[in-house]
Antibody, heavy 117, light 107 residues
Framework: EVKLVESGGGLVQPGRSLKLSCAASGFNFNDYWMGWVRQAPGKGLEWIGEINKDSSTINYTPSLKDKFTISRDNAQNTLYLQMSKLGSEDTAIYYC??????????WGQGVMVTVSS | DIQMTQSPASLSASLGETVTIQCRASEDIYSGLAWYQQKPGKSPQLLIYGASSLQDGVPSRFSGSGSGTQYSLKISSMQTEDEGVYFCQQGLKYPLTFGSGTKLEIK
């Protein structure tokens, strides 16, 4: 069974950094691109970016490219999202997802990040 | 960026009714389109990819069609468990972009 479990969310002050993790199991992690998508409260879905199998290619949505960094550790079957200079606009549920071509066929349960003083 | 416009924003349907949701891209996306269903408090689930291919495990009452800039998702016989929000997503160009969602409720 494919499982994606995000962790690392919580309350963070504006301007600070936070690193999310996504533990993958039930499939060969090395064989898949992986991505992050977020959803602000009551809003739609926003693609953050995705990383290829060996980390040689990482694509970001332009507005977040200078704030967020996606990485992975294939030995640990884990995907990461490093977020910096956080603002209230970054308050959202963050999902990791397995990419199948340019779609996302499995999603984690999501982790909430709240940016507030 | 490719803009994805969904319509309607919300609709209600009776059990057994056929439902159609539309998605328009700001440019030709050559069938590079997926549909997701999101139930309250849950993560999105892939329903359709490549505009018309049904994801494994998804009931056959769901179908997708379209080409160019115009796409649609059809539910052939509305069921209670189909309530939720539906999103389209283009996969042709980065950044990947989603529609704003269509909230579907039982009438």
């Amino acid at each position: 069974e494919v499982k994606l479990v995000e962790s690392g969310g919580g309350l963070v002050q504006p301007g600070r950094s936070l690193k999310l993790s996504c533990a993958a199991s039930g499939f060969n992690f090395n064989d898949y691109w992986m991505g992050w998508v977020r959803q602000a409260p009551g809003k739609g879905l926003e693609w953050i970016g995705e990383i290829n199998k060996d980390s040689s290619t990482i694509n970001y949505t332009p507005s977040l490219k200078d704030k967020f960094t996606i990485s992975r550790d294939n030995a640990q079957n884990t995907l990461y999202l490093q977020m910096s200079k956080l603002g209230s606009e970054d308050t959202a549920i963050y999902y990791c997802a397995r990419a199948q071509r340019e779609w996302f066929d499995y999603w984690g349960q999501g982790v909430m990040v709240t940016v507030s003083s | 960026d490719i803009q994805m416009t969904q319509s309607p924003a919300s609709l209600s349907a009776s059990l057994g009714e056929t439902v159609t949701i539309q998605c328009r891209a700001s440019e030709d996306i050559y069938s590079g389109l997926a549909w997701y269903q999101q139930k309250p408090g849950k993560s999105p689930q892939l329903l359709i990819y490549g505009a018309s291919s049904l994801q494994d495990g998804v009931p056959s009452r769901f179908s997708g069609s379209g080409s160019g800039t115009q796409y649609s998702l059809k539910i052939s016989s509305m069921q209670t468990e189909d309530e939720g929000v539906y999103f389209c997503q283009q996969g042709l160009k980065y950044p990947l972009t989603f529609g704003s969602g269509t909230k579907l409720e039982i009438k």
